[in-house]
């Protein structure tokens, strides 16, 4: 009898079956409402680094800069993390910001070589916003490397650029961003709001839209200082070096970020 009335009470309870919105959609609207949507580089850490790093976890990171994913790494109570950039942590104000830790080696690169950390020592890599201001040649040299330090089973993510992927975003940005949701939302937004973000919206996208023939046109981008460049290294390529080099790739793209890709690779 009582089974009975449960299968009632739920049958009755959703018509058609229960359904809470598209999981494979990023922009999906939800009964979460507002709450439904989060920080693509929170997406990011609950991807590539809360799996993956432990008590036990030897960590590498290259590019750390201010360390903001260094703290992320290191709230997962890591062994060891090296943390390697091409500045000296005055200039990135690394210590500033994540605060003296022995668990933390700060080394200043001088090539791509790594020779600062032992062979065969790294359980896991992360980089991310670093190998997409470097030329493909670059990124190259350092995925050797990186198969000399690496353990058995390691784990890396890498995040660099891919103008495919980066254009196919701009494409598409009226369905995969929040202008979709301000779109979705005319009863329940408030009117000026919307308004104003859809000025902001048009604004930003004439800007963007002039950087995208550039990107068409060469495989890089420099900005106004002249001193730092995005490069086109592509998920293809990409995945072919990481390969060469002797490990497996586990993920072409997580697909985290929908500019950007972030390719999962391991060390056989």
Sequence with gaps: MASQEFRKEFSEAWEGGYYEGDPLDPMAESTYGVYGYSSSLYTVYLACIRPYVGPKTVALEIGPGRGAWSRAILSRHCARLYAVDVAPAEHTHFWDYVGRDERVSYLVAENFELSDIPDVSIDFLFSFGVFCHLRPEMCESYIQSLSRKMKTQANGFLMYADFDKYNHCLD??????????FDHQTRK?????????????????SKVDLERVSKARAHNLTDASGRTSWYHWGVQDACRAILNAGFEVVEPDIRAIGRDPITHFRKP
């Excluded at 940005?173 to 949701?181: G, Q, Y």
């Excluded at 937004?189 to 996208?205: E, G, I, L, N, Q």
């Design 172 to 181: 598409n940005a009226d369905s995969t961003s929040l202008k979709r949701f």
């Design 189 to 205: 937004v408030w009117m000026p709001v919307k308004w104003t973000y859809s000025a902001m919206w048009h604004s930003f996208r």
